[in-house]
Nanobody, 122 residues
Framework: QLQLVESGGGLVQPGGSLRLSCAAS????????IAWFRQAPGKEREAVSC????????DYKDSVKGRITISRDNAKRTVYLQMNALKPEDTAVYYC???????????????WGQGTQVTVSS
């Protein structure tokens, strides 16, 4: 059964760091681009970053550039999102999603995880 499972979310103080993980099962991760999206309460889901099958990273959100790093470990079937210098406005549910190529378009992704909550608050 094809599955994406996010983990690593939690409560962190402003300025803190988190590393989110997206574990894949049921398909060959190396053939897919993986994107991270986030959705804050009352807002639309938005693309944050994506990593291609060639491990090229693409950042979609100007407000997080320089603070996030996306990476993949195909042997571990996992994609990571390292987030540093977190701000309260980063609070959201973070989702990973898979398709053949990177795009910021939410509806274009084939597979989605269930999400992990990130809360940045003092």
């Amino acid at each position: 059964q094809l599955q994406l499972v996010e983990s690593g979310g939690g409560l962190v103080q402003p300025g803190g760091s988190l590393r989110l993980s997206c574990a894949a099962s049921g398909f060959t991760l190396e053939y897919y681009a993986i994107a991270w999206f986030r959705q804050a309460p009352g807002k639309e889901r938005e693309a944050v970053s994506c990593i291609t099958t060639q491990s090229i990273s693409i950042d979609y959100k100007d407000s997080v550039k320089g603070r996030i790093t996306i990476s993949r470990d195909n042997a571990k079937r996992t994609v990571y999102l390292q987030m540093n210098a977190l701000k309260p406005e980063d609070t959201a549910v973070y989702y990973c999603a898979a398709r053949d190529v990177c795009t910021r378009e939410t509806d274009a992704y084939y597979y989605w995880g269930q999400g992990t909550q990130v809360t940045v608050s003092s």
